[in-house]
């Protein structure tokens, strides 16, 4: 047996030095939610220290955060990560984003890449991936993601694409900017890792597999059942109660591995949880908090509160409660996984990765509700969830989960407290109206894609390709704008050519630099999806040109187009009964794209109006799912 070392290191500490990884094991399959719950952890540990005004040396007496245990086979000089690598490549990825957000930085190049015999090498040394980390640290370095043969390669340029609407600061400087260097100096030297080092490769994976193991230990669910089966007296209803348990938690798992846990989060938070952690200094943990850190040690600390008491009080927890909500949560997260009417809103909202949707759904849910009505009122929840985050996004305000845990908390609360049908939409329509961002004419004229919401400005043009195209009885499909794995998948398309130097000579009066030529390129009104290798084909020309290529891919992108209203008496009769002042152009005028802008915000009016609960109160239940 080598040596083993266990040693704490900070994220600078340990990202300043060079791994390598094994060919089997190089795959970065990390996927937006795993990257979310990252920085949403990371971003709300940071916000219980920070305070506005705070200066940068404050910083160290923030409260420390520990990341868990990364596994490092030492081979001569040569360090492979054996266990960490997911957590050490999206790291990296995180300082990158960073670095850009405050370029020239000094203390950040080195942890991302380090000079060797005169050459630059990553600190996470992966050949597949040298050029797509090099694109982006670099920025403007040639990469051609559609080209990209290597999945990894590709799922790390999609990961970083989506960063800059993840790493969103809630709490801000007094100057209303982020505090960007707080948060960098306390993620490299606030954030612990333990480091073990084995010199013998064999015992590296030995120790791999030991933690990995989850044969020799108890998960949370199951520590959970065995406190409640042990209060169940008889012997017939325990055995019952066993099977019944172990049947559902089964159908969780393979569904995916982080059901088991989520839901027992979601249902327990959505029911009983009736206090949150405030976010200042000294504030300790409360229910919402411990739910998520060890739920089976609050069920048996709060067993009074859910009226557990006698052994009937067990059985019913196990056969009526545990047995109705998991399946209300295993309904739910199907339709969150593919679209199925009158259900899409869930599925929408997974799309836009909210992540406390399952919790909200099942809150207004009682003990006695059919499926049915069960079914309808999570449909009601997810279409108001669905009208939120539009509303957000349209008013350049962040999603982020430290940004709104604390609304959403109060939402679940008063959601709990509806009676019926009727009352949850009254409450969810008096919750609309009381929302500060609303559909509004000033930020939506200027309403524009930028860096921090590019994933959910795509969402917003696949909604409304998806919306139009259903209302003219168009074949479509929504998967497809979404499908990221497809060899030419969709992208965004702007109207306006890159060459704005030629849209300052046209319009001096409107454009005095390019960079004011871009922010009204950038325009909701000047966007389309179009298929990635299209897109990139059209960059440099002009609308005119162009115009062919958005008739032919999908009806938004086509109506620009004046053959795309004649004969086309689907489109012509649904523009006729909704009101909208869709136009064919000839020249994309700056006119132009503010009567799109124009246009883009009376669609997105239509999609996610408030009228929506009504109709979901009034429609027939469907069949359960």
Same mark, same amino acid.
């Given at each position: 047996?080598?040596?083993?070392?266990? /040693?704490?290191?900070?994220?600078?500490?340990?990202?300043?030095?060079?791994?390598?990884?094994?060919?089997?094991?190089?795959?970065? !399959?990390?996927?937006?939610?795993?990257?979310? &719950?990252?920085?949403?952890?990371?971003?709300?540990?940071?916000? /219980?220290?920070?305070?506005?005004?705070?200066?940068?040396?404050?910083?160290?007496?923030?409260?420390?955060?520990?990341?868990?245990?990364?596994?490092?086979?030492?081979?001569?000089?040569?360090?492979?990560?054996?266990?960490?690598?997911?957590?050490?490549?999206?790291?990296?990825?995180?300082?990158?984003?960073?670095?850009?957000?405050?370029?020239?930085?000094?203390?950040?190049?080195?942890?991302?890449?380090?000079?060797?015999?005169?050459?630059?090498?990553?600190?996470?040394?992966?050949?597949? #991936?040298?050029?797509?980390?090099?694109?982006?640290?670099?920025?403007?370095?040639?990469?051609?993601? %559609?080209?990209?043969?290597?999945?990894?390669?590709?799922?790390?340029?999609?990961?970083?694409?989506?960063?800059?609407?993840?790493?969103? @600061?809630?709490?801000?400087?007094?100057?209303?900017?982020?505090?960007?260097?707080?948060?960098?100096?306390?993620?490299?030297?606030?954030?612990?890792?333990?480091?073990?080092?084995?010199?013998?490769? &064999?015992?590296?994976?030995?120790?791999?597999?030991?933690?990995?193991?989850?044969?020799?230990?108890?998960?949370?669910?199951?520590?959970?059942?065995?406190?409640?089966?042990?209060?169940?007296?008889?012997?017939?209803?325990?055995?019952?109660?066993? &099977?019944?348990?172990?049947?559902? *938690? *089964?159908?969780?798992?393979?569904?995916?591995? =982080?059901?088991?846990?989520?839901?027992?989060?979601?249902?327990?938070?959505?029911?009983?949880? &009736?206090?949150?952690?405030?976010?200042?200094?000294?504030?300790?943990?409360?229910?919402? =908090?411990?739910?998520?850190?060890?739920?089976?040690?609050?069920?048996?600390?709060?067993?009074?509160?859910?009226?557990?008491?006698?052994?009937?009080?067990?059985?019913?927890?196990?056969?009526?409660?545990?047995?109705?909500?998991?399946?209300?949560?295993?309904?739910?997260?199907?339709?969150?996984?593919?679209?199925?009417?009158?259900?899409?809103?869930?599925?929408?909202?997974?799309?836009?990765?909210?992540?406390?949707?399952?919790? *909200?759904?099942?809150?207004?849910?009682?003990?006695?509700?059919?499926?049915?009505?069960? =079914?309808?009122?999570?449909?009601?929840?997810?279409?108001?969830? /669905?009208?939120?985050?539009? #509303?957000?996004?349209?008013?350049?305000?962040?999603?982020?989960?430290?940004?709104?845990?604390?609304?959403?908390?109060?939402?679940?609360?008063?959601? !709990?407290?509806?009676?019926?049908?009727?009352?949850?939409?009254?409450?969810?329509?008096? !919750?609309?109206?009381?929302?500060?961002?609303?559909?509004? =004419?000033?930020?939506?004229?200027?309403?524009?894609?930028?860096?921090?919401?590019?994933?959910?400005?795509?969402?917003?043009?696949? #909604?409304?390709?998806?919306?139009?195209?259903?209302?003219?009885?168009?074949?479509?499909?929504?998967?497809?704008?979404?499908?990221?794995?497809?060899?030419?998948?969709?992208?965004?398309?702007?109207?306006?050519?890159?060459?704005?130097?030629?849209? @300052?000579?046209?319009?001096?009066?409107?454009?005095?630099?390019?960079?004011? %030529?871009?922010?009204?390129?950038?325009?909701?009104?000047?966007?389309?999806?179009?298929?990635?290798?299209?897109?990139?084909?059209?960059?440099?020309?002009?609308?005119?040109?162009? #115009?062919?290529?958005?008739?032919?891919?999908?009806?938004?992108?086509?109506?620009?187009?004046?053959?795309?209203?004649?004969?086309?008496?689907?489109?012509?009769?649904?523009? %006729?009964?909704?009101?909208?002042?869709?136009?064919?152009?000839?020249?994309?005028?700056?006119?132009?794209?503010?009567?799109?802008?124009?246009?883009?915000?009376?669609?997105?009016?239509?999609?996610?109006?408030?009228?929506?609960?009504?109709?979901?109160?009034?429609?027939?239940?469907?069949?359960?799912?």
């Amino acid at each position: 047996m080598g040596k083993i070392t266990a /040693d704490s290191r900070t994220v600078s500490e340990l990202l300043d030095n060079r791994y390598e990884v094994d060919y089997y094991q190089r795959e970065y !399959r990390w996927e937006e939610r795993q990257v979310a &719950e990252l920085l949403d952890d990371l971003i709300a540990k940071f916000q /219980d220290s920070y305070e506005p005004g705070d200066e940068r040396e404050a910083v160290r007496e923030y409260e420390k955060y520990f990341l868990g245990s990364v596994v490092i086979a030492e081979r001569g000089t040569a360090r492979f990560i054996v266990d960490g690598q997911q957590r050490l490549t999206t790291l990296t990825l995180v300082l990158v984003e960073l670095y850009r957000r405050q370029e020239g930085r000094p203390d950040l190049p080195s942890r991302i890449f380090s000079q060797q015999y005169g050459k630059e090498r990553f600190n996470i040394a992966v050949p597949e #991936r040298d050029r797509v980390m090099r694109a982006i640290y670099y920025d403007d370095a040639p990469y051609d993601p %559609a080209a990209e043969a290597d999945p990894s390669a590709r799922n790390i340029w999609d990961r970083f694409a989506e960063l800059g609407s993840l790493l969103v @600061i809630s709490e801000k400087q007094p100057d209303g900017s982020e505090p960007i260097a707080h948060f960098t100096d306390w993620l490299l030297h606030n954030v612990v890792l333990v480091e073990i080092v084995a010199t013998d490769e &064999e015992d590296a994976y030995t120790i791999f597999e030991t933690m990995n193991d989850r044969g020799l230990s108890l998960s949370e669910a199951e520590m959970l059942k065995g406190y409640l089966l042990s209060r169940i007296a008889d012997d017939g209803k325990r055995h019952e109660a066993n &099977e019944l348990w172990r049947a559902r *938690l *089964l159908e969780l798992i393979e569904r995916s591995k =982080d059901d088991e846990l989520d839901f027992f989060k979601a249902w327990l938070r959505a029911r009983w949880a &009736e206090s949150i952690r405030e976010r200042k200094k000294g504030s300790v943990n409360q229910d919402f =908090d411990h739910i998520g850190s060890g739920f089976h040690k609050w069920v048996r600390e709060s067993a009074p509160r859910l009226d557990l008491d006698s052994p009937s009080d067990f059985e019913r927890f196990v056969f009526e409660d545990f047995d109705r909500y998991s399946k209300h949560y295993l309904r739910a997260r199907g339709w969150g996984e593919a679209l199925r009417e009158p259900f899409e809103a869930v599925f929408f909202n997974s799309q836009n990765n909210f992540t406390l949707q399952y919790p *909200l759904l099942l809150a207004p849910v009682g003990p006695g509700d059919s499926a049915e009505v069960a =079914d309808r009122k999570m449909r009601m929840v997810a279409t108001f969830i /669905d009208i939120y985050i539009a #509303r957000r996004v349209i008013n350049n305000r962040t999603l982020t989960y430290s940004a709104i845990v604390y609304t959403m908390f109060g939402l679940m609360k008063g959601l !709990r407290a509806t009676a019926g049908l009727g009352g949850l939409r009254e409450y969810l329509e008096t !919750r609309l109206d009381e929302m500060e961002e609303q559909f509004d =004419d000033a930020p939506f004229a200027e309403f524009r894609r930028h860096q921090q919401n590019q994933r959910f400005v795509f969402n917003l043009l696949a #909604r409304m390709t998806y919306f139009v195209e259903r209302a003219a009885a168009k074949p479509t499909s929504f998967e497809k704008y979404l499908d990221r794995s497809a060899k030419n998948r969709y992208d965004v398309e702007h109207i306006w050519p890159d060459t704005l130097d030629a849209y @300052i000579e046209l319009y001096p009066d409107r454009f005095k630099t390019r960079e004011q %030529a871009q922010l009204f390129r950038d325009r909701l009104g000047g966007l389309v999806l179009l298929p990635e290798k299209v897109n990139r084909s059209l960059q440099a020309k002009p609308f005119i040109e162009k #115009r062919d290529n958005y008739l032919a891919d999908n009806l938004l992108a086509g109506s620009l187009h004046p053959a795309a209203y004649g004969n086309n008496p689907g489109f012509t009769s649904w523009l %006729a009964a909704a009101g909208l002042e869709f136009v064919p152009y000839d020249d994309f005028t700056p006119e132009a794209l503010e009567a799109r802008q124009a246009l883009y915000m009376g669609l997105c009016r239509l999609i996610w109006s408030p009228d929506r609960l009504g109709e979901i109160e009034a429609a027939p239940s469907p069949a359960p799912v």
